[in-house]
């Protein structure tokens, strides 16, 4: 199924193209209007150039006129083999279509809204027909069945025409059109974008992208430096500072020597204040230099450092290589 933009916003139009895979650009009058374009035949030349399909708004009162604008429109330097001129359906506009058609030119035949107008273009040898299904589903009309019934029509009888599914509002007119099994659709900018959404498909990526991470970062990649770091003789209130300009929940408690004797944290902080109220912040760290904290080699893959977050139910670990504090790992660095 060919895959059309349907558009006139210059910003939607370099996006959507930079896809890469796109048919073609469909656009209107009306989008045209909205967009405050002053100058048709200038946009019209400048988009020409940039998509390798497009399809333009061919009017007239008759089918001659209709000829007239079209030759007109191609004198301005559109290729004939990369141009399509819509033209409404009605009897001027199938003759028009006719007439355009023997001589080499491409005609979408639009506003189509029942199987007959279908089969009027399909006579006339349009190259694409335009069934306008959201505009036909807000009369409550069964727009899918007269698409289906279209593709059927070229089918059954051996026409060239494509059956182009348009007036696309939601994600699922696209999966009409395939359901149905129109040969073309053109797609607004906004519901493009929208085809390769899925809930599942984010948490999967994530996933992925987590583990990745997970098997192929160093722990040195990750961690913060320098190591928030306090003495056994500083205070409670001082290791606050310390945390605070660390930007982390956490000091490691050094000796003299700057070895890893101890870990204070933000929840040690919230125990102790319960215990001994405001005076808390007065206290010696030394009374949390009991144990050795938990350390990591700066070469470890962050894989290991997850496990021993689990193991050891911490929030931190301290970064060592060969005795020396490179810095600290926190456990949101691998969430």
């Not at 048919?23 to 030349?45: K, S």
Request: charged content about 20%; overall charge negative.
């Amino acid at each position: 199924m060919e895959l059309y933009l349907d558009s006139a916003d210059a910003q939607e139009i370099d996006a959507a193209f930079r896809l890469g895979f796109l048919n073609g650009l469909t656009t209107t009058p009306t989008f045209m209007h909205r967009e405050g374009v002053a100058d048709v035949d200038a946009l019209i030349v400048s988009l020409a150039k940039k998509v390798p399909i497009l399809q333009i708004e061919a009017l007239g009162q008759t089918a001659e006129d209709i000829v007239s604008e079209a030759r007109r429109q191609e004198a301005l330097g559109l290729n004939r083999s990369t141009t399509v001129y819509k033209i409404p359906v009605s009897m001027e506009g199938v003759r028009a279509c006719k007439m355009l058609t023997q001589e080499g030119f491409m005609v979408n035949i639009h506003l189509v809204y029942t199987l007959q107008q279908a089969y009027m273009a399909m006579a006339a040898g349009a190259t694409y027909i335009c069934p306008l299904v959201g505009r036909l589903q807000d009369q409550g009309t069964d727009a899918l069945a007269l698409v289906s019934d279209c593709v059927e029509a070229v089918e059954n009888y051996g026409y060239s025409s494509k059956i182009m599914f348009s007036s696309v509002r939601t994600v699922e007119h696209v999966r009409n059109a395939l359901q149905t099994g129109a040969h073309a659709i053109t797609v607004p900018w906004k519901i493009l974008q929208q085809l390769t959404q899925n809930h599942f498909t984010d948490v999967g990526t994530r996933q992925f992208e987590e583990h990745t991470r997970l098997v192929t970062v160093r722990v040195s990649e990750a961690m913060i430096t320098p190591c928030p770091t306090a003495t056994t003789s500083m205070t409670v209130a001082q290791a606050l500072v310390q945390m605070t300009t660390g930007g982390l929940g956490a000091v490691c408690i050094v000796d003299a020597q700057n070895r890893p004797v101890g870990m204070f944290t933000d929840g040690d902080l919230r125990r102790t204040l319960e215990l001994n109220g405001p005076d808390a912040v007065h206290l010696s760290l030394e009374s949390f230099a009991t144990k050795f904290p938990h350390t990591i080699h700066a070469t470890a893959l962050l894989r290991d450092a997850s496990q021993l977050f689990t193991q050891h139910r911490v929030d931190q670990l301290v970064v060592v290589e060969e005795g020396i504090i490179l810095g600290m790992l926190d456990v949101q660095a691998i969430a």
